[in-house]
């Protein structure tokens, strides 16, 4: 592999989410409004399983 070539990264969890902030960006605002609401409410309950150990 040359200098000027990358390697192509594993994808990760991270990915995933930027692709859906990429997402819900390019939507209309009412649109948009509303994805990140549905995101935000799937992060919070994604944390607090955590908290709980679940």
Do not use: F, T, V
């Given at each position: 592999m040359s200098a000027?070539?990358?390697q192509p990264e594993e994808?990760?969890?991270e990915?995933?989410?930027l692709g859906?902030?990429?997402l819900?960006?390019?939507?209309?605002?009412?649109a948009?409004?509303?994805g990140f609401e549905q995101l935000h409410d799937e992060l919070l309950?994604?944390?607090q399983r955590g908290d709980h150990g679940d």
């Open positions: 000027g070539e990358q994808p990760s969890e990915d995933g989410l859906r902030i990429e819900i960006e390019s939507q209309p605002l009412p948009r409004a509303a309950a994604e944390l």
